[in-house]
């Protein structure tokens, strides 16, 4: 059994695990490094905190261990190099301050190497692939085997994707700050999609057996939370966030006892989470507080929120959801959100107005094996009564999945069309 003081070490790695990375990334430019470093000050609070009680600011003191354990690397490994001597230095200087000049030193830069470290690992010198898993690995502390079975993928291919990410990082010689400016906005950009990316994959998982994953959306979640409190002035991050609570908020409601796909329009809303959709309006109003309004992620939060503001699907304002559309389609052109648009103005306005709009991106390059488009082109057939013609769609968009729970409900809705 782990004593309380083991207990207590723990629970404060895990909580400054990411932020103790950062900061420690800053100084030796190796993520491999400062994991190492990270993972010798747990060793060192694991043997002296049990017996010496556990410090008034344990991030400090974990930071100051791992730091002292880098001066000894640097004098062992006798580096040449001018840029290693200079951080030798930098690092002698410290370890000659107090534990109380360490924590005002942390308490100046708070957030600065939390935030350094999550626009490192989202690098858009990576694949998104490999700064998904990197994020997990640094930012969200998920092991290598969970992240494997997060994204249906096995374990090898998961590390050998974070050990490259690592070398790549390394190579491209990042200073683990945050950058200014234009390459600031460039590389948040790239943070945000990396957090929508997590997202989505646990909430419309894209292979297996299950429909969501709840844990990956958690996670993400929690980045969006953490990426608000370090940038409360940007308006993306709350429209971002938004999005993140109100779509959040129908997991639960999304299946059915069997695990089945239950659409939006027949989902039970009592079970819709209430405190989630509170938290994303709010989120929503702060971005639109920032003038964030127009921009991509807040008009997807606008999306959700119509849905989350109705008491019941016939209380949808499917004519207010297809003019945002309309707007998103200017901010973020893309075939996706021409899809999405279809389907808006097909439940606004009839669905010969969907079909028309389908007829104009249905032969787009991008959508070609996109299950959704047929299985949109299904519904609007179905609801025109060309049941024949509905269900041959239903039927490609199920060979096009690989997720097996809607590949079920599409064939469900195919068989619907044969009575």
Not at 265 to 294: H, K, M, P, S, V
Request: charged share 25%.
């Amino acid at each position: 059994m782990a004593s309380e003081a083991e207990r207590a070490v723990e629970t404060v790695f895990r909580i400054e695990r990411a932020r103790l990375i950062g900061g420690l990334a800053r100084v030796v430019r190796d993520v491999d490094r400062a994991e190492e470093l990270a993972q010798d000050a747990l060793v060192a609070a694991l043997s002296e905190w049990p017996n010496s009680g556990v410090p008034r600011n344990p991030g400090a003191w974990l930071m100051a261990a791992a730091k002292r354990r880098a001066i000894d690397g640097f004098r062992h490994e006798r580096m040449r190099a001018a840029k290693h001597a200079e951080i030798s230095r930098e690092l002698e200087e410290e370890s000659t301050a107090s534990i109380e000049a360490v924590e005002a030193a942390l308490d100046d830069d708070l957030g600065d190497e939390l935030l350094g470290l999550i626009f490192a690992a989202c690098h858009p010198v990576l694949s998104r692939e490999a700064r998904a898993a990197l994020t997990l690995r640094l930012i969200g502390g998920l092991t290598t085997e969970e992240i494997a079975r997060a994204f249906l993928s096995n374990e090898a291919t998961i590390a050998q994707r974070i050990v490259r990410a690592k070398k790549a990082l390394r190579s491209a010689g990042l200073a683990f700050e945050v950058p200014r400016g234009k390459e600031r906005d460039a590389r948040l950009a790239s943070v945000l999609e990396v957090v929508y990316l997590i997202f989505n994959e646990g909430y419309a998982a894209t292979a297996g057996e299950d429909l969501v994953r709840p844990a990956l959306c958690a996670e993400a979640q929690r980045l969006g939370r953490i990426l608000a409190g370090l940038m409360p002035e940007e308006s993306e991050v709350f429209g971002l966030l938004a999005l993140l609570e109100l779509q959040a908020s129908r997991l639960a409601a999304r299946t059915a006892p069997d695990g089945s796909l239950v659409p939006i329009t027949e989902q039970n809303r009592a079970r819709w989470d209430r405190l989630l959709i509170r938290r994303g309006f709010a989120a929503l109003e702060r971005a639109a507080a920032l003038r964030g309004a127009d921009r991509p992620y807040a008009l997807q939060a606008a999306l959700a929120a119509c849905h989350a503001g109705a008491r019941n699907p016939e209380e949808t304002d499917w004519k207010a959801i297809a003019a945002l559309y309309d707007r998103l389609r200017l901010a973020m052109p893309s075939p996706v959100v021409d899809l999405n648009r279809a389907v808006a103005h097909s439940m606004a306005f009839g669905p010969a107005k969907g079909l028309a709009l389908l007829a104009e991106i249905e032969h787009v390059a991008a959508l070609s094996d996109y299950a959704p488009l047929p299985a949109a082109k299904g519904d609007f057939l179905f609801r025109a009564g060309r049941l024949a013609e509905a269900g041959e769609a239903f039927r490609r968009a199920a060979a096009l999945t690989r997720n097996a729970r809607e590949k079920a409900f599409l064939l469900g809705r195919a068989a619907a069309c044969d009575v």
